[in-house]
């Protein structure tokens, strides 16, 4: 197992990262928020941070694993991150505050599901895609 399969939600970073009272810090799997940390206010970064802080700060979170990839370059725990039924890496992507982001081998697995989700986010113009005239996180 990669890490703990659940914990206290200690601090939001961003929309993408948080970490755990137990000092774990998770970056979530497949997922890809507006920067707003190291002096970056990427358009709607705000929005996903604000939105990730509302589901999971302070809130006991499930956390499971892709055993291909435990650790991203930073030394992060890689997880998809439950809170009450809703499942956060997901969420993020079909509400159009995150762009799908697979790097391999990490999530692999669920890489084409999450594409689609971003995909009907881009059709709809939700969230971000409908907000900004450039999206950061766009490939």
């Not at 990669?2 to 200690?10: D, N």
């Not at 993408?16 to 928020?33: A, H």
């Not at 725990?77 to 982001?101: D, H, M, W």
């Amino acid at each position: 197992m990669c890490g703990p399969s659940s914990g206290t939600v200690q601090a939001v970073v961003d929309g993408d990262t948080f970490d755990l009272s137990d000092g774990t810090r998770v970056r979530l799997l497949l997922v890809d928020t507006p920067e707003t940390t190291g002096g970056k206010n990427d358009c709607y970064g705000q929005e996903a941070a604000a939105y990730t802080r509302g589901l999971i700060e302070g809130a006991q979170v499930q956390l499971s694993y892709d055993e291909a990839a435990c650790k991203d370059r930073f030394g992060r725990t890689l997880a998809y991150v439950k809170q009450g039924g809703t499942e956060l890496n997901s969420e993020l992507v079909k509400r159009g505050l995150a762009c799908s982001l697979y790097i391999a081998p990490g999530g692999q697995s669920r890489a084409v599901e999450f594409d689609t989700l971003e995909s009907e986010a881009k059709t709809n113009r939700t969230g971000m895609w409908g907000a900004c005239t450039a999206v950061p996180c766009d490939k």
